[in-house]
């Protein structure tokens, strides 16, 4: 009976800010925590409270990662035990390289450019480079875009299809988990990209890139700042989105955004 309630959760998991359990909508001018059920289901069930940043993990989810060493410069990375889907290349080295570095999203766009913050992020940012140098997001696709309301990209799924009706996007990983960073004061304004999660610990490789400003509960590691190609999202969203999304006005982009290819480099 529990492994069959573990199973019916793992199969209701959504993809939001959070890429998992979570979604922030406008209500009244205001973003509340709306948990959704069944992939895009029209139940729903609101708050005006998100959760917790000290909020544990959920128990199904595994150990809860450490969070970055800085006497040793190392980090923690931890299997992800949720079961949900994964493209698994490995996991990130330990030690990670807090040099400053850009990260080059190679889309069939143009390039949006992102300095990365190696110095308050860098388990974040080392995560990203070891991923790109696996390839990881060769050809995935941004399964989530906000319009006017809700301006943000989400990508980082690589088996996610972005056609408004494969009802597991959202929920693929890199099969390991690590900590939050950098929430302190974090602001989501135009220009910064930040982690998805599905509560405290539970970054993975899924991304938002913000060409607005987001009144958001500092739950989301800020991770790099947009230097060039936020043109393309605005490009982009003046499109729309494609019906079948969450029912909160987001979707799949109408005209499509595939990463072609990460380059991470240091910063000249």
Do not use: W
């Amino acid at each position: 009976m529990q492994r069959r309630v573990e199973r019916q959760q793992r199969q209701k998991r959504v993809a939001i800010i959070g890429t998992t359990l979570g979604v922030l909508v406008v209500v009244g001018g205001i973003f509340a925590a709306v948990a959704l059920v069944g992939g895009g289901d029209s139940k729903t069930e609101a708050a005006t409270a998100t959760p917790s940043s000290s909020a544990s993990a959920p128990p199904s989810a595994g150990p809860t990662p450490k969070p970055y060493d800085a006497a040793t410069g190392t980090c923690d990375y931890v299997a992800d035990s949720t079961g949900g889907p994964a493209k698994n290349v490995g996991t990130p080295p330990a030690k990670a390289d807090t040099k400053v570095k850009t990260m080059t999203l190679a889309t069939n766009h143009g390039d949006i450019v992102i300095d990365l913050a190696t110095d308050k992020a860098p388990c974040t940012a080392n995560s990203f480079a070891f991923l790109a140098k696996q390839k990881y997001f060769d050809g995935s696709k941004c399964h989530r875009m906000g319009e006017a309301a809700f301006p943000m990209l989400q990508c980082g799924d690589p088996l996610a299809k972005a056609d408004g009706k494969n009802p597991t996007d959202g929920q693929g990983g890199p099969g390991y988990r690590f900590a939050d960073e950098n929430l302190t004061g974090a602001q989501y304004k135009r220009g910064v990209v930040a982690m998805a999660n599905s509560g405290p610990g539970t970054n993975g490789s899924q991304f938002f890139i913000i060409f607005g400003d987001l009144q958001l509960p500092p739950n989301y590691t800020p991770f790099g700042t947009v230097t060039k190609g936020l043109k393309v999202l605005d490009d982009v969203s003046k499109k729309g989105v494609l019906p079948g999304g969450m029912g909160d006005g987001t979707g799949a982009p109408k005209d499509p955004v595939e990463i072609k290819h990460v380059t991470i480099s240091g910063k000249s």
